[in-house]
């Protein structure tokens, strides 16, 4: 790419064009003693760093980079060859040095153009100048001599330099091999946010380096990253079609990426009105503008913004400068000698009336002073950090009237604790927290003594030590000011900054398990092909019976009273609806009469009541399954059944397809996890909702026979979208390709690109379909399947195109990378009616045996991470679902007591749930056994699970032996022996 013409350069580099906090820079631009009476005084204060000026919107655009919004930009230093992707077409070979010249030509116009721009400007902004180039001439990042023009924006396109040498775009290490062809990022590479979010998060620094620093992931990855978010790419697309941007990462790492971006756009989006706020007070310094757009996090914001706050009734220090005695703070600290107290005594003034009254004034404002120093901040909390803080938990002196024994002996643990700040557990914190909020529990944060007689060692030694000799009487204000400046605002600050960071960390850690939950559970391997009877146990009222198809159509329903004296008549009943109905498999639920209702069918197990069928039976939670039951969505599919009959098919349909039976439940209520009511919500449902999506998308949905509900979940469709996809199968019969999607209302290109991958069409049934229509249709073409029942539109692009049966819409390939995958079948000799066959693993066996992947992948353009999913697609059989690597459902025929447990004893059971201090395990005794988190070591597990943190999720299967059982408590301590 041609370089910037020299004219235009040297104008470029004098022109700093008017930005909207040019107000604030206005204010401070007055003669140098004006600023020395107005700016508020501060002791011994180093001399800061000339930090980076804030971008103004002309110099931060880069002239020409634009252009029109499909026009390829190639960057100048990448060595790879880019290679566009687009929807559903062919993936061409780029001509690299064609493309550039072409590129050259249409730029350097623009850059021409752009310098006149730039002419015009300079007489606009000359008085400005006079007084920004002295500041910026004494900015080592932005002087004369610098051969680099810094952008000070936080967004992702715009925070990475751009040499005068004529290097366009940016590098972070190494370029993505695949480049996306989108508005945000014409080839991969993010070139520039929209402006609407480069306002929102304009500051000094570079989002895409605070990113990477806080997730720990290259910069690179995370400029990707935030253009391909801000693209409204789904989590689920990236991690399956664009790993080669995102490096391969998971997706728990993007939700953490999205999580701390949020959190930095909101920092930037509340600086701004913080500023603003300021700004109308009329209070805006040139220094403080700099250290409010230097504001990482909200700890940072609140600390420089603390000592322009105003209180509705104003603090002791307020009060006191309202008496006018701010002066002689000042004075004590700059020229202790000419401060004369007495002068301030005002006899018929309130608080200024004695001399002790003074002094306590004066005290008050230097201890505010203290307070709200960054300096004097930072060195308490950096000698904090080497010191013993503990948290400390007690019992309430006067606990609440509403609680109960049972909710107190809850806390027996916490009700004498004690514990360093940098070692307690996540679970404590929640515990302690909740045990604070119901007033069983008094918290505090013990800070030691050591720690305040070096903080004030320090502050007359170096920070507030007066500039002249001071009288014995002046010191002592200044030594009592400290002492309450530490006692009364800096330990109560950093309490509440402890036992934040430790609640937002134990909340996040929280989640996070809660959301590996999730996925473990809604990945449970389902159990097809069964025809089960699901019963939802009770006493009083009954046991609800519910038996449903293969299919999960409901054959029957009613009500058995097992547990009233009627269980020899009721068994009788339960036999003739197995043998009609030809089941073998009870689902119990795992709620009230659990444990009788299993006694009861292990019983006639045992005894082979139910010959000739071999019953089995397994206990399934129905966590959410009473909520479910009286829900819009089960009154709209299950309309007119009793709600408790309802309970049982949901109880029933959890075995036989526990993804698409658990989506319709609000993920909070399905029971895993732990204090997911004591952490925040919004992260939480945020958290949660972005796993669902994660679980059904990647597992996959047929178009053509799934629920609503299900549809709604796959990514890139919401529930408008799942609506009008339904409506559209039922008024045009079957999808036959999967092109047409684009024709369903409110799925527009984006929505296609994200969900079309995770949508699969049977080709068995639409090749019956098909042939019926061929059949139906006399006067129809005998080879192509034509969609005739559509109503003609007057848009052209809605009109009638025939669609045919594509075999490739069965599987995990995206539309587009179909010319791709077609190419990849000449190159091995196979044909798309091999898709999923034997001799398809074979032949791409053989020829990558020969090639190999990487190879492959260069000769047809693409990438060996696109290269590998389309090789999973074509190699895997069809109705593959990869669940099925998952734990089935634990079938059993027999019942174990608890006491019929010993010390010693091994068994195996399933996880049922995980948490930050130990694994639950049902072990089948009617109670579930807690395996320490201590007990969990690397290596007693497999493989597979050492990469995932030693994290054991529900549903698995486990070998244990039983270390301790507190039958009065009902309590099982379990060791894990290995995982099965």
Request: net charge positive.
């Amino acid at each position: 790419m041609s370089s910037l013409p020299r004219r235009a350069k040297i104008q470029a580099k004098n022109v700093e064009s008017k930005d909207e906090f040019s107000f604030f820079s206005e204010l401070s631009s007055g003669s140098e003693e004006d600023d020395k009476e107005d700016s508020i005084w501060e002791p011994q204060k180093k001399v800061p760093r000339n930090r980076k000026q804030p971008a103004s919107k002309e110099s931060r655009r880069k002239p020409g980079l634009r252009g029109k919004k499909n026009t390829p930009q190639i960057d100048d230093v990448s060595k790879d060859m880019a290679v566009k992707v687009e929807l559903n077409s062919p993936v061409p070979i780029v001509d690299a040095n064609l493309e550039e010249k072409n590129h050259e030509l249409h730029m350097t116009k623009t850059l021409k153009t752009a310098a006149k721009k730039q002419k015009n400007t300079v007489q606009r902004a000359k008085k400005r100048l006079k007084v920004d180039e002295e500041s910026s001439h004494a900015s080592p990042l932005e002087g004369g001599n610098s051969n680099m023009e810094m952008s000070s924006t936080s967004t992702a396109g715009e925070g990475v330099h751009k040499k005068e040498e004529g290097e366009d775009d940016f590098t972070f290490g190494q370029s993505p091999l695949k480049r996306i062809r989108t508005e945000a990022c014409p080839q991969g590479r993010p070139v520039k946010i929209p402006d609407s979010i480069t306002e929102e998060v304009e500051m000094n620094w570079d989002i895409v380096q605070v990113l990477s620093e806080r997730t720990n992931i290259e910069p690179w990855v995370c400029a990707n990253i935030i253009c391909l978010f801000h693209d409204d790419n789904t989590i689920p697309f990236l991690v399956r079609y664009r790993k080669e941007l995102i490096n391969n990462l998971d997706a728990d790492s993007l939700r953490e990426v999205r999580q701390t971006l949020d959190e930095l756009r909101a920092v930037a989006k509340k600086v701004h009105s913080t500023i603003q706020k300021i700004k109308k007070e009329g209070k805006m310094s040139e220094c403080l503008l700099k250290a409010l757009l230097n504001c990482k996090t909200f700890e940072e914001l609140e600390h420089v913004s603390a000592p322009y706050k105003t209180g509705s009734k104003g603090t002791k220090a307020q009060r006191a400068k309202q008496l006018g005695l701010e002066g002689a703070a000042r004075t004590l600290l700059e020229n202790p000698g000419q401060l004369n107290l007495l002068s301030y005594v005002r006899p018929d003034v309130k608080g200024l009336s004695e001399l002790k009254d003074i002094e306590t004034g004066v005290q008050h404002i230097l201890a505010d002073m203290i307070a709200k120093d960054k300096d004097t901040l930072d060195f308490i909390r950096d000698t904090c950090k080497h010191r013993y803080i503990c948290i400390q938990s007690s019992l309430a002196k006067v606990p609440s009237k509403n609680l109960n024994e049972k909710d107190v002996d809850k806390f027996q643990l916490y009700q004498n604790f004690s514990c360093n700040i940098r070692s307690i557990h996540h679970h404590q914190i929640l515990a302690i927290n909740r045990g604070e909020n119901l007033k069983i529990l008094t918290v505090k944060v013990n800070i030691p003594d050591g720690v305040k007689n070096e903080f004030c060692r320090w502050c007359i030694q170096n920070r507030w030590r007066p500039r002249g000799f001071a009288r014995p009487e002046l010191m002592k204000i200044l030594h009592n000011s400290l002492d309450d400046s530490f006692k009364r605002l800096i330990v109560p600050l950093l309490c509440r900054e402890f036992r934040a960071k430790l609640t937002s960390d134990a909340e996040k850690q929280s989640v996070m398990l809660f959301g590996q939950n999730l996925r473990q559970l809604l990945l449970t391997s389902p159990v097809p092909g069964r025809t089960l009877m699901g019963v939802d146990p009770g006493y009083k009222h009954g046991c609800k019976l519910a038996i449903i198809s293969p299919t999960s159509q409901i054959l029957h329903t009613d009500v058995v009273y097992l547990h009233c004296g009627q269980g020899f008549r009721e068994a009788e009943k339960i036999k003739r609806l197995l043998l009609d109905f030809n089941c073998s498999t009870v689902v119990i639920g795992n709620g009230t009469a659990c444990r009788e209702t299993e006694a009861y069918f292990a019983d006639l197990i045992m005894k082979n009541y139910f010959a000739p069928l071999d019953v089995v039976y397994c206990i399934v939670s129905e966590a959410g399954a009473s909520i479910y039951s009286v829900s819009p969505e089960a009154n709209k599919e299950m309309p007119g059944l009793d709600p408790n009959l309802r309970s049982a098919v949901s109880i029933a349909r959890r075995v036989q397809d526990p993804l698409a039976e658990l989506v319709k439940i609000e993920p909070k209520h399905i029971g895993v996890g732990m204090y997911q009511h004591d952490v925040s919500q919004t992260l939480l449902k945020a958290t949660l909702d972005s796993v669902v999506e994660e679980c059904v998308s990647f597992v996959g949905v047929d178009i053509n026979i799934c629920s609503e509900v299900l549809l709604r979940h796959i990514a890139g469709l919401n529930a408008n979208r799942a609506k009008n996809i339904i409506e559209w199968r039922e008024k045009n019969g079957p999808f036959i390709n999967r092109e047409q999607l684009r024709k369903v209302k409110g799925l527009g290109p984006k929505s296609f690109q994200q969900c079309a991958g995770f949508i699969r069409i049977n080709q068995d049934y639409i090749q019956t379909f098909c042939s019926s229509q061929r059949t139906d249709s006399s006067g129809q073409s005998q080879g192509a399947a034509v969609v005739t029942n559509e109503k003609p539109s007057k848009k052209k692009n809605k009109a009638d195109v025939t669609f045919t049966p594509n075999p490739l819409d069965q599987t995990c390939i995206h539309p587009e990378s179909y010319d791709t995958a077609v190419r990849f079948l000449s190159f091995i000799g196979g044909t798309l009616r091999e898709i999923g066959k034997p001799e398809m693993q074979q032949k791409i066996n053989l020829y990558l045996g020969k090639e190999g992947i990487e190879k492959t992948a260069e000769r047809l353009q693409t990438t060996a991470q696109t290269l590998q999913v389309i090789i999973d697609g074509l190699s895997q059989p069809e109705s593959f679902d990869f669940r099925t690597d998952f734990d089935k459902p634990d079938f059993k025929r027999s019942i174990v007591c608890l006491e019929d447990l010993q010390v010693g004893t091994v068994l195996t059971g399933k996880v049922e749930n995980a948490t930050l201090f130990g694994v639950f395990v049902n072990i089948g005794v009617g109670k579930s056994g807690l395996i320490p988190i201590r007990n969990i070591t690397e290596a007693k597990l497999s493989k597979t699970k050492k990469r995932r943190s030693l994290g054991l999720g529900p549903g698995e299967r486990v070998e244990v032996r039983v270390l301790s059982i507190d039958t009065p408590r009902s309590r099982i301590s379990l060791d894990l022996l290995r995982v099965l």
